[in-house]
């Protein structure tokens, strides 16, 4: 069975620092690998999707995303947070003829002035 | 274009009263999915549905039963609440993956949930 695994319960960054959530899956072909973010009070929202191809992958709100098949990893990373980035993350993986969606147990983000 | 519509998005249970939870989108999709997010746990698969009339248990399904009578709709039901059951619910739909392996989940708001 697929399970991701995101081992940061909680970080807290500065404003204008970088940022980098870990996540890591298993699974023994390529999996579909996501990041969503949610809002305090609301649904989540995808921030990117790694299918295949080029293993650094762009989304919105300058995040990306680098699939590293070696390490089992597709860690989030943003050069410079912002404080509205302050939200909880999730990384979730499916893979084709199991298209369910397994989450992690999320990272929650705190980002002071 | 409203998306992905759950309701009642609050509802407070006297523990053994029943409810519906209704999932409702507008995109088409085939697959239909309830969650429940609980502190620390992240989002767990409570059923899911790959089409209309079909439906099938995910990581969590005790306790609830789904229906699937039309494809836009996806009813979560709970016949005898428990506090074990206070939670929050989120609905969600996507295409099937395709030959190229595409797909996104898209979800709703949430239901709050708490049964006393």
């Known amino acids: 069975a697929q399970s991701v695994t995101q081992p940061d319960i909680h970080i807290t960054v500065s404003e204008g620092a970088s940022l980098e959530l870990r996540c890591n899956y298993s699974?023994?072909?390529?999996?579909?690998l996501f990041w969503y973010v949610q809002s305090p009070g609301q649904g989540l929202q995808l921030l990117l999707k790694?299918?295949?191809?080029?293993?650094l992958v762009q989304g919105i709100k300058g995040f990306e995303a680098e699939f590293k098949r070696s390490q089992s990893s597709f860690n989030l990373r943003k050069p410079s947070v912002h404080w509205s980035d302050a939200a909880e993350y999730f990384c979730?993986?499916?893979?084709?003829?199991?298209?369910?969606?397994?989450f992690g147990t999320g990272t929650r983000l705190t980002i002071i002035p | 274009n409203a998306g992905v519509t759950q309701t009642p998005k609050f509802r407070v249970l006297k523990t053994g009263q029943s409810m519906t939870l209704l999932c409702a989108q507008d995109?088409?999709?085939?697959?239909m999915y309830w969650y429940r997010q609980d502190p620390g746990m992240g989002l767990r698969l409570i059923h899911y549905?790959?089409?209309?009339?079909?439906?099938a248990k995910g990581e969590v399904p005790d306790g609830y039963n789904v229906s699937r009578l039309k494809k836009q709709n996806f009813l979560l039901g709970l016949e005898s609440a428990a506090p074990s059951q206070t939670s929050v619910y989120f609905c969600?739909?996507?295409?099937?993956?395709?030959?190229?392996?595409?797909?996104?989940?898209?979800f709703g708001q949430g239901t709050r949930l708490t049964v006393v």
């Open positions: 969600a739909s996507s295409y099937s993956i395709s030959p190229r392996g595409e797909t996104e989940a898209f």
């Open positions: 699974y023994g072909a390529t999996p579909y």
């Open positions: 790694y299918f295949s191809g080029d293993t």
């Open positions: 979730a993986s499916a893979n084709f003829g199991n298209e369910k969606l397994t």
């Open positions: 995109m088409n999709h085939e697959y």
């Open positions: 549905s790959v089409g209309e009339g079909t439906t």
